[in-house]
């Protein structure tokens, strides 16, 4: 099932930088997405979503953005910090069920 | 805060065996989930359930799967007869509507090893 993709499967910024991390979908049906941050020992946790009728939404240094016709989404985290170290999930939505598909995730780590 | 909390939060146990996983559901939520995770894999989906009953479930969800509500805040999965694939980390998560829109809370997991 690779209906949410998320083709890297780590990243290394220095701290103050931009983090940006991508997923890419294949399902139209999909209208909502959310993502994720995820510790060690810890079950994830809501970072920020977006709806399809959206382009984008910003929570404080979290910006996501949607790019409907080329079925991509990305997260923005500016400015990064060692704090934000973890494993990010895409995951995807339709407004008829709650069931949210999730990517591979990716691991970011913020060097001090 | 609210938040979800599972029990146990390691389950060892032998092929064949039944075993139960416990979530407490944060308290005025009315949207239940399962999901797994096996070790280097993706989270999965496995089943929803609203007001005692299931909404959705996914094809790993077989026979050998159920969840029930016992009371007003226990949510459980039960496998009956454990696989060694059934090894993975089990994620309850719980929401207040039904719809993805609504942000999905998610326990710390039950890291469980069938041997």
């Known amino acids: 099932d690779q209906q949410v993709k998320q083709n890297s499967p780590s990243l290394s910024v220095q701290e103050g930088r931009i983090s940006i991390l991508n997923c890419d979908y294949t399902?139209?049906?999909?209208?909502?997405f959310l993502w994720y941050k995820k510790y060690p020992a810890e079950g994830p946790t809501f970072l920020i979503s977006?709806?399809?009728?959206?382009d984008k939404n910003e929570d404080g240094r979290f910006t996501v953005f949607l790019n409907k016709s080329a079925k991509h989404l990305s997260l923005h985290i500016v400015p990064s910090q060692p704090g934000d170290s973890a494993v990010y999930f895409c995951?995807?939505?339709?407004?008829?069920?709650?069931?949210?598909?999730f990517g591979q995730g990716t691991t970011l780590q913020v060097k001090p | 805060e609210p938040e979800v909390t599972q029990t146990p939060s390691h389950q060892v146990t032998q092929m064949g065996q039944e075993v139960i996983l416990r979530c407490v559901p944060i308290?005025?939520?009315?949207?239940f989930y399962w999901y797994r995770q096996i070790l280097g894999q993706k989270v999965e989906f496995l089943v929803s359930?609203?007001?005692?009953?299931?909404?959705?479930k996914s094809e790993i969800f077989d026979d050998q799967f159920s969840v029930e509500r016992p009371d007003g805040s226990n949510f459980t999965l039960k496998i009956r007869s454990t696989k060694l694939e059934d090894s993975a980390m089990y994620f309850c998560?719980?929401?207040?509507?039904?719809?993805?829109?609504?942000?999905?809370?998610f326990g710390p997991g039950t890291r469980l090893t069938v041997l």
């Open positions: 998560a719980s929401s207040a509507q039904a719809s993805s829109y609504n942000e999905q809370f």
């Open positions: 399902n139209s049906m999909f209208d909502y």
């Open positions: 977006i709806s399809s009728i959206k």
């Open positions: 995951a995807a939505g339709s407004s008829n069920t709650g069931k949210l598909i």
């Open positions: 308290s005025n939520h009315l949207y």
């Open positions: 359930f609203y007001n005692n009953e299931i909404s959705e």
